[in-house]
């Protein structure tokens, strides 16, 4: 992505973004200032140190930090909003490996993911963490495409190497192994935005001997770790059986030293059903937790404690997950996080009370974005991701505040919505 | 709305519809005729008979059954999508009540009514019963923008004169009876597609004496009915304390003979915590139960057994219930069905499995289709509504089935994938 971009301008319009955790800010009619790719604030007039920068009046359209999508996979947006009848692991084996088995044909890999990348390019997405497949060529392929976007994003070749069919399983840990130098040196320097992430699938589909081979590489190249965790209590089950000696689900990960800590940044997906010494460690290891509502829903997963998490002070963050999840939106997942913690205090425990407007803002701006650096704010500072939300197909017949638009956009935004979209100070349209 | 429909046509694409409440039929490349208003059935070829009959090309869109949305607000949908962080109770002390007196000003009745019925015709919503306010005038206002729709629905003038704010409360029983009468009156033999349908708003919001005289009314008129019922527990405990001789909640309506039966066809919202009495007297008055899962979820209000409504062979048909449902979609309604009863069965009542594709496509055209009569399938002799779906937004890198299409739209499409519509052989558009 070339920057073309001016190295100092601003946006001009509905300014919304979370103060902190439980605060947002609204700024109607306000100017946001990027300078070098970051943001120097947001103004209800233009100071006068920086008259005569150019500025884009949005008309009034709201102006959000762009969203961070924590969790999904690529090669899965084939047959998102499909097959929503199974269970994970039924679902894993009917529809999931035999779908990402496909892309070891590279002109398949070019048709699906080009479809993927266009998709999310025009959505409120901004940063992403993206499992790939365990095909190193249509992973690089994936990274490619994913540059092309101007979006900044993990993109992790996916190692798997047991309890998967023949077509989609690594021959040997070492195969394993050796794949994903190769994927780590071709790729190396490649890229301006795109940054690989070691993405061991989930315990169940990898040996001891692999956990270890990974860990040498996590070191070896300081990369970052994504994978899944205590998503569905058959999983969680299979994992006792397989790690009898872990403690626990997350234990089995950091058992290999691939949970999280200083010099392993990492997110784990779900964490519907994390027991108290998990949450425990998570918080310990600082790992992210990458919540998908959708997903967890479809998959008939249950719903995550996130008001525990978010008490417990763990690093949160929302995930699509397609295509456990059907729908790349992060505005959508916003909605979806209120919605099923609401069911959850009613259904399964009335202390934990339903997550606000703003706390799910927040987890889909600077929870997430944390993960990426400063990001996810307008702060001073904060990298300069930006989202502009036009709300004229939602007319209503008396006026709105900023935070009843935010609010009706996150519930009714469709894809024509979207506007504008900044990474890093870059405009993409 | 003018029929300037030829009498004859065809509409030609992959057609879906419901056989019954466990199998979608589906047919690629086929034709579905229309003749006098109804199906002359589905073809494969068109047969000879009606060659020379004008035929619609979709170029392959899906062509299903035209929706029913069994409930919802037409004067919530200017809130639809914000405050919703409250329980039923305070969300219409707050919010809803509120909203609903400003249509006391006819000026901003037709502002806003504008809005939901312009928004409405493009929806795939070709039924629905729908509620207005306590006021006459805007009622009668919304019944003609409603005709200019070309759906067939009914509307009801909301009857309420206890427990609400001076500013939206009937100043006595009779009152409410009076102007119930004057707009029967005003509207008989009006309107070629809309109907009056009595709408009691629910029970602590109407004296007895009221209920009474609606009651005289309905007989007298011959209307159907339309009001709540067990939506939430503070509500239950609440009618359980109004009205201490009622066994249950729906016998409070029962009393009065407003609770269905033969002469009274009604539709009751919600029913998420019917006992096993009130189930019995529903199922026994054939009362058709509107299931509005995404209300539901929203107010936090818990997740309706649909599958012991199916299993007790209730009728039960899908409502948005805007606004407490924030969108407009019975493609939505159709998913959300499903994704609540799945988190049902997994965190409350593992012996009631989650609905299917098929089960809550059949709710959404023929079960609440039938409200309505013989609506809701391309089966011979139905009343021809139609609506066109187009997934040219969704595309795909391999081949579909016309199932896995039909899924891929309840669960992605957005107002853009309606490009035809068809009430009853008028077509809208």
Chains 1, 2 share one sequence.
Not at 160 to 175: F, Q
Not at 262 to 279: F, K
Request: hydrophobic share 40%; net charge negative; glycine share 8%.
């Amino acid at each position: 992505m070339k920057k073309t971009n001016p190295a100092i301008f601003a946006l001009k319009g509905t300014v919304c973004f979370s103060a902190d955790q439980t605060h947002l800010c609204t700024y109607d009619n306000a100017y946001v200032i990027c300078e070098n790719g970051r943001s120097a604030g947001v103004y209800p007039e233009l100071p006068e140190k920086f008259h005569g920068i150019p500025v884009r009046d949005t008309d009034g359209a709201l102006i959000i930090p762009g969203l961070t999508d924590l969790h999904l996979h690529a090669p899965q947006y084939s047959f998102r909003g499909m097959h929503m009848d199974l269970e994970l692991l039924d679902w894993l084996n009917n529809v999931t490996f035999p779908e990402e088995a496909r892309y070891a044909d590279l002109e398949y890999a070019r048709r699906a993911y080009s479809i993927f990348t266009d998709d999310l390019r025009k959505s409120a997405t901004t940063r992403a963490s993206v499992f790939g497949t365990l095909h190193t060529d249509a992973t690089e392929l994936l990274m490619d495409l994913m540059e092309k976007t101007g979006l900044i994003a993990f993109v992790g070749k996916v190692n798997m190497d047991r309890n998967s069919p023949d077509e989609l399983r690594e021959i040997s840990a070492s195969a394993s192994y050796e794949a994903t130098i190769r994927w780590l040196e071709d790729t190396a320097g490649k890229y301006q935005n795109i940054y690989p992430i070691l993405t061991p699938r989930f315990i169940p589909s990898c040996t001891d001997k692999l956990m270890s081979l990974l860990a040498d590489i996590q070191r070896t190249y300081c990369l970052p770790v994504q994978s899944h965790l205590s998503e569905n209590q058959g999983e969680i089950a299979w994992v006792k059986e397989l790690c009898p000696d872990s403690a626990f689900y997350g234990d089995a990960y950091d058992h290999f030293g691939l949970f999280g800590g200083e010099a392993c940044p990492t997110v784990m997906a779900h964490c519907v059903y994390s027991s108290d010494e998990e949450i425990a460690l998570l918080h310990k290891r600082g790992v992210f937790v990458a919540h998908c509502p959708q997903s967890n829903t479809n998959l008939s997963s249950g719903i995550a404690p996130v008001r525990k998490y978010l008490n417990e002070g763990l690093h949160i963050g929302l995930g699509t997950d397609i295509a456990g999840g059907h729908s790349l939106s992060m505005l959508r997942a916003i909605a979806d996080a209120i919605q099923v913690s609401k069911l959850r205090w009613r259904l399964v425990d009335d202390s934990l009370k339903p997550l606000s407007l703003e706390e799910t803002f927040y987890m889909a701006t600077m929870g997430g974005g944390e993960f990426f650096g400063k990001v996810g704010s307008f702060a001073e500072g904060y990298e300069f991701d930006a989202v502009i939300l036009n709300d004229r197909q939602l007319p209503c017949p008396h006026a709105l505040t900023a935070a009843e638009r935010l609010e009706r956009l996150i519930y009714l935004g469709e894809n024509d919505c979207i506007t504008g979209k900044y990474v890093s100070g870059n405009k993409l349209f």
